[in-house]
DNA sequence: CGTGTATATAAGCATATGCTTATATGGTAA
DNA sequence: TTACCATATAAGCATATGCTTATATACACG
């Protein structure tokens, strides 16, 4: 079991301003759970869609998600290859459980619409 | 030994908004390892004087660290009492060593001035 | 093929952020 | 007291952020 290196300032920055906006941050909760689509997002935030598209942008853009078509929808999840995964999911990890969110719109009826 | 309880993502979300500044980011990491003054960080971070205060101000609004007088100076310290400090100190853990920002001044004969 | 659905992108706008310069504050010390 | 030093605050400005509405793209599928 290796010791993991240490993330560079620069990077860690980077990360956490990512991280340091609600809607993003539960949304890298969620996916630690399961992939999400753009939807999915949209029911759960009850955000307008382009609002939830450029979180995900961003998310993307530094490489922290990935996306997978299937069928009609866009998939999100999270890459285990990114460089500094383990400090994001160690930081995750800490997080309250957001499943809550997900359940609860089940519960309304308001099911996920594309799963 | 007790387990921890998670954090809030509305905590989280606030604190990792705070630390995702490099200038924040890099001074808490500091402040971890010694307490430290305005002009401490001015002469590391090679910035204005306003600049840092308004830097350490936001960092003390919320709670992360605290102010003491000793002489002519302010020296600034984390608030071991600070709420979610635990999750703050575990990140802090993971980042890189930052103290050869400190020796390299000196090595310059730029001996921090206030201490 | 054309149509519909999911998602992305563009443009515009209001607010937030982080600096700058100028000035105020508050304690030290001659 | 007066002058000085460290720090804080205020005001102004340029850039960044996160939304909105409108529109483009890209598949899926009848």
């Given at each position: 079991?290796?010791?993991?290196?240490?993330?560079?300032?620069k990077?860690?920055?980077?990360?956490?301003k990512?991280?340091?906006?609600?809607t993003?941050?539960?949304?890298?909760k969620?996916?630690?759970?399961?992939?999400?689509?753009?939807?999915?997002?949209?029911?759960?935030?009850?955000?307008?869609?382009?609002?939830?598209?450029?979180?995900?942008?961003?998310?993307?853009?530094?490489?922290?998600?990935?996306?997978?078509?299937?069928?009609?929808?866009?998939?999100?999840?999270i890459?285990?290859?990114?460089?500094?995964?383990?400090?994001?999911?160690?930081?995750l990890d800490?997080?309250?459980?957001q499943q809550?969110?997900?359940?609860?719109?089940?519960a309304?009826?308001?099911?996920?619409?594309?799963?």
């Open positions: 079991m290796s010791e993991r290196q240490p993330t560079d300032i990077s860690a920055a980077t990360i956490l990512l991280l340091g906006d609600p993003r941050l539960t949304m890298m969620l996916l630690q759970s399961h992939d999400c689509c753009v939807c999915e997002f949209v029911a759960i935030f009850n955000r307008s869609q382009p609002a939830i598209s450029q979180h995900i942008r961003k998310l993307k853009d530094v490489g922290l998600v990935k996306e997978e078509r299937r069928g009609q929808w866009i998939f999100y999840s890459r285990q290859d990114y460089e500094e995964i383990a400090f994001v999911l160690d930081l800490q997080l309250a459980d809550a969110l997900v359940t609860d719109l089940e309304q009826g308001l099911r996920i619409s594309c799963t």
